[in-house]
């Protein structure tokens, strides 16, 4: 059967999304969900279609069993369903990563930040891809594995990439209706994922960069007091992070207009407002803004203590994450060229292992 939309993945973000899915769509959309946990897609299948018929809404769910490690099951997978749209929710790395503590992996990505866990984040985002293109499909490709930066490994490799989910749109939605703003639009921000860190924090222990937030024409001056009551979950938001994403799927599998924000935009670092107009997507910065200088912005937080991708390819571990990562390993502290990324998930993986072993 053809699918609208073909989500991989059966894990909490997927399920979070497919089960939005079924509760948003206004129009008929059929959903294919792909993944290796056959119980899981029995449950998330029947979970999205009894939500549906809850909310009284048109989607319609099915399952494809399929092995995501496997090239040749995503390639069929992707002819069988020719989709619309492409959503990847399956990682080699929990975004629980984040909220675990008592093992010397969880407090280097703590100390380090989640750009150390790229490669495993990109891993089965580059295997969709490749089958996607294996199969000569042209679906919008929709990463929700550490897009605002696993987006950019992803481009640097030559493949199209639409965009993300999360990160940006939590705080983008979150800050709107802490204002009282439900225009599309009347709200704009940049925003890098690290930058969303001081709101899992209560109000009186904020510290940390901040995103830069307009409302019209005319940027916040103090966004933190503006803000203060916006409170995320020390653990990922799936409860905004699902959501945020199902109104442009819907608008990606229906060939309709969107606008708002997303991370990872045709592979920028960092997350931007933008528009989709019913085949692409674009910035959609506020006056004075150029595109350089929003990128410029967000990339500053990986020159920091991150991953940089230069023009040539080769992908730099930069300020204290490379100090970290040296302490360990010299070698894997140079980064890597985006061609050796496969080698790299297999290199950085014998390190999670060995450093999850250690408290």
């Not at 294996?134 to 640097?156: E, I, K, M, T």
């Not at 639009?185 to 690290?194: E, F, N, P």
């Not at 912005?297 to 970290?324: M, T």
């Amino acid at each position: 059967m053809t699918a609208d939309i073909l989500v991989f993945g059966t894990g909490n973000f997927a399920g979070r999304i497919v089960c939005d899915l079924a509760a948003a769509a206004e129009t008929p959309v059929e959903v294919v969900i792909a993944g290796r946990n056959e119980a899981r897609l029995a449950w998330l299948r029947t979970a999205a279609n009894a939500r549906a018929l809850i909310f009284r809404r048109a989607a319609r769910f099915t399952t494809d069993p399929v092995d995501i490690t496997a090239p040749d099951q995503l390639a069929s997978a992707i002819a069988r369903h020719r989709p619309k749209v492409v959503v990847q929710a399956a990682s080699a790395q929990p975004a629980s990563v984040i909220s675990v503590q008592g093992n010397r992996w969880s407090g280097l990505v703590a100390e380090a930040g989640l750009s150390v866990t790229a490669v495993f984040q990109a891993q089965l985002s580059l295997r969709v891809l490749q089958a996607i293109e294996a199969a000569g499909g042209q679906a919008q490709f929709v990463n929700a594995c550490f897009p605002d930066v696993v987006n950019a490994l992803l481009s640097a490799r030559g493949h199209r990439v639409a965009c993300g989910i999360g990160n940006v749109g939590i705080l983008g939605t979150a800050f709107a209706a802490e204002a009282g703003l439900t225009e599309p639009g009347a709200l704009r921000m940049i925003a890098h994922y690290q930058t969303i860190t001081p709101f899992r924090r209560p109000p009186a222990e904020r510290t940390g960069p901040l995103p830069r937030v307009w409302i019209g024409d005319d940027e916040i001056a103090d966004v933190a007091t503006r803000f203060g009551r916006v409170q995320l979950t020390p653990e990922p938001a799936l409860d905004i992070s699902g959501a945020c994403g199902v109104p442009l799927l819907l608008a990606m599998a229906e060939g309709r207009a969107w606008r708002g924000h997303v991370p990872g935009p045709n592979g920028l670092i960092g997350g931007y407002p933008v528009r989709f107009d019913g085949s692409r997507i674009t910035l959609d910065l506020p006056p004075g803004l150029s595109a350089e200088e929003a990128s410029a912005w967000n990339r500053q937080f990986e020159e920091r203590c991150g991953l940089v991708i230069e023009p040539d390819g080769h992908a730099r571990y930069s300020g204290k994450l490379h100090d970290l990562l040296a302490q360990i390993s010299a070698d894997l502290a140079d980064g890597f060229h985006v061609r050796d990324l496969e080698a790299m998930h297999a290199t950085m993986g014998a390190l999670r292992s060995r450093l999850q072993a250690e408290a």
